[in-house]
């Protein structure tokens, strides 16, 4: 993770998901597999211009894990 921010394809990929699954995550409630999904850095922009911070990426990604491994 290089890069200040990441886009909605580079988190998806990140975060082992479809981009397109992680898009309606977003749009319906902001979750995904029951955990708050982190803000993204300019909520007022559209979805397709959004970025999200890496540690914030990261911290979910986490957080994704221990859930799906039910720790």
Same mark, same amino acid.
């Given at each position: 993770?290089?890069?200040?921010?990441?886009?909605?394809?580079?988190?998806?990929?990140?975060?082992?998901?479809?981009? %397109?699954?992680?898009?309606?995550?977003?749009?319906?409630?902001?979750?995904?597999?029951?955990?708050?999904?982190?803000? %993204?850095?300019?909520?007022?922009?559209?979805?397709?211009?959004?970025?999200?911070?890496?540690?914030?990426?990261?911290?979910?990604?986490? %957080?994704?894990?221990? %859930?799906?491994?039910?720790?």
């Amino acid at each position: 993770m290089r890069t200040s921010v990441m886009t909605l394809p580079e988190m998806a990929r990140y975060l082992g998901v479809p981009p %397109a699954t992680l898009a309606r995550a977003i749009c319906n409630r902001g979750t995904l597999e029951k955990l708050p999904l982190p803000e %993204a850095v300019d909520e007022d922009v559209p979805l397709s211009r959004r970025c999200w911070y890496p540690h914030d990426v990261s911290q979910f990604r986490h %957080a994704l894990q221990r %859930a799906r491994h039910g720790h």
